[in-house]
């Protein structure tokens, strides 16, 4: 049984930084890449970054390329999101997902789902 668990979330002023984790867990979740999407109030579910099963690619959406940074840690099972230069927009629910090799289209079909951690960004 393929397990994500969010963490990390909280409340950021504007301009702050914080850094999300997705701790891993079940014997297949190797075999998948892995990416974080975010959900703000009222909208629809947006792709935020992906990293590629082995770690070599990565792909960002434009609305945080260069202020966001996704890695992994094999050893550990763990994905993270380094967020850099929030702003109010970058609200949200963050969510951790695994899935078929990136880049992915805006319909893609993840085979796991976190169930989200809440950064807020103050300004």
């Known amino acids: 049984q393929v397990q994500l668990v969010e963490s990390g979330g909280g409340l950021v002023q504007a301009g702050g930084s914080l850094r999300l984790s997705c701790a891993t867990s079940?014997?297949?979740?190797?075999?998948?890449?892995k990416g974080w999407f975010r959900q703000a109030p009222g909208k629809e579910r947006e792709f935020v970054a992906a990293?590629?099963?082995?770690?070599?690619?990565?792909h960002y959406a434009d609305y945080v390329k260069g202020r966001f940074t996704i890695s992994r840690d094999s050893a550990k099972n763990s994905v993270y999101l380094q967020m850099t230069s929030l702003k109010p927009e970058d609200t949200a629910v963050y969510y951790c997902?695994?899935?078929?090799?990136?880049?992915?289209?805006?319909?893609?079909?993840?085979?796991?789902w976190g169930k989200g951690t809440l950064v807020t960004v103050s300004s």
């Open positions: 997902a695994a899935g078929p090799p990136p880049p992915w289209p805006k319909d893609v079909a993840m085979a796991y």
């Open positions: 990293i590629s099963r082995s770690g070599i690619s990565t």
């Open positions: 079940g014997r297949t979740v190797s075999a998948y890449a």
